[in-house]
């Protein structure tokens, strides 16, 4: 083998130039005294062309018995060819095998059953979509980071192993040494309040648990979160600064991510429509317009996924539905001076039926009041004394909000269902591979 070791994205700037590439066989075809070979790398896929009588037989013979998936290198001149995926082509002068694949390759290009795919996940994840898919969430978390530090948020890492706080879906439980039962967490953001009153402005960007029997498009039992916490934010700050992240994540995807956003067969029409502001409806107004449109919803409902989509159908950009009933929400948020019926916060739905994709709302911060709500949700008081604290010493105005990193990723990448999102979905009847 000669040649300098090279990944296909950089091929186009090495025209010319001998070089070595190792890849996967996406597949092989033979055409009289031509062969092609597909070869993929991860950082895209490359056209290898093999002709007959310039190789040694061994090369040729070696090249037709290839298998879909077997690991190679492959040794030639890199020409410009703009037919070519990716604008370049390999005229190959040698090739070795790295690592023979079966000729069994479960994945074979025809349709396959999503419960196949799930199963086979560890392989799946090697096809051109996912890939795609993997690549713009990489980009769309680098975005989040970028977001935050370019706004002087430090960004904080909150347990997993917790004593029981949260949220109200189910909680997972395992046994901890002589302290009984640790939940794994469901939210950082009693963690994340503590470390505002530390650092003002802080986010977290982690796992989360829900043993939430919710077999639906949008739900894991394992998502990422990113949750920022804000000192000094009233609830309008909380909303402004959800919108700013948003169109920045659009505008990311659509400046750097084009080329996977054309492989999901993603109508970017729809993303280049999203604009600020965002609409900010009022509960009681939204109950009021979905009962037009047919909801069985009453006041104090939480919204379900068919509520959502029905209002959100109405606009291009994604909406707040802004303070909610109590009754709805969790026992942290604010009370309304307004209408303390209610609490300051929002819900922010993605348009196309998206749904939720950010839960927020400022923090209550008095002492009493939020004693109060622990006890009237019939909380273990003893659990919350630390954060009963952060209102004892030094009480603050704060806010923050969390948004849901799969359910994102699935609005701006158009794909239906959360699962495709995460390499290693966790759902109720998934656990494997
Ligand atoms: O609305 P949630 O439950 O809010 C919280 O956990 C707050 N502690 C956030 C905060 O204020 N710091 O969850 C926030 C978001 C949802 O809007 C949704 O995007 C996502 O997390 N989410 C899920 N994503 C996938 N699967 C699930 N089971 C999810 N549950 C929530
Ligand atoms: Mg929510």
């Not at 996977?260 to 604009?275: F, G, M, N």
């Amino acid at each position: 083998m000669t040649g300098r070791i090279e990944r296909i994205a950089a091929l186009p700037a090495a025209a010319g130039q001998q070089v070595t590439v190792r890849g996967w066989v996406q597949h092989v075809r033979t055409q009289g005294k031509v062969g092609f070979l597909v070869l993929r790398d991860g950082t895209g896929v490359l056209q290898c062309v093999f002709v007959r009588n310039q190789l040694p037989p061994e090369t040729w013979d070696l090249f037709t018995a290839l298998t879909q998936e077997a690991c190679v290198a492959v040794t030639g001149e890199v020409r410009l060819e703009p037919r070519a995926p990716g604008g370049a082509e390999l005229g190959v002068t040698a090739l070795a095998l790295l690592g023979a694949s079966g000729a069994d390759y479960p994945i074979q290009p025809k349709e396959h059953g999503v419960d196949f795919l799930l199963d086979h996940r560890h392989l799946w994840l090697r096809s051109q979509r996912q890939v795609a898919i993997m690549r713009l969430r990489h980009e769309l978390e680098q975005a989040i980071h970028d977001f935050f530090y370019a706004r002087d948020f430090v960004r904080a890492d909150t347990p997993i192993l917790t004593a029981a706080i949260g949220e109200r879906a189910g909680l997972f439980g395992t046994e901890y040494f002589d302290e009984g039962t640790a939940f794994l967490a469901q939210t950082g953001q009693l963690y994340g309040e503590a470390l505002a009153a530390a650092l003002g402005r802080i986010y977290t960007f982690g796992p989360t648990f829900r043993a939430e029997k919710s077999k639906t498009r949008r739900h894991l039992t394992e998502f990422w979160m990113i949750e920022p916490e804000m000192a000094f934010y009233d609830q309008g700050d909380n909303m402004q600064l959800q919108e700013e992240l948003l169109l920045f994540l659009v505008e990311r995807a659509l400046e750097r991510r084009r080329p996977e956003l054309a492989i999901l067969e993603r109508d970017v029409s729809k993303l280049e429509a999203v604009k600020g502001p965002f609409p900010r409806i009022d509960y009681g107004d939204a109950v009021t317009t979905l009962q037009g449109k047919g909801s069985s919803i009453t006041w104090g409902d939480d919204l379900g996924a068919e509520d959502e989509a029905l209002l959100v159908a109405d606009y291009a950009t994604p909406i707040f539905v802004c303070n909610y009933p109590k009754e709805a929400k969790a026992f942290y948020m604010k009370e309304n001076p307004a209408d303390p019926r209610t609490v300051l916060c929002a819900d922010c739905l993605a348009p196309e039926g998206y749904g939720e994709i950010i839960g927020g709302s400022q923090r209550e911060d008095d002492h009493d009041k939020l004693l109060h709500r622990i006890r009237e949700e019939g909380l273990p008081e003893a659990a919350y004394g630390w954060y009963l604290d952060l209102r004892k010493y030094g009480t603050f105005v704060h806010s923050g909000f969390g948004i849901g990193l799969e359910r994102t990723i699935a609005w701006i990448g158009g794909i239906p269902h959360v699962r495709e999102v995460i390499p290693f979905p966790r759902m109720m009847h998934r656990l494997t591979p």
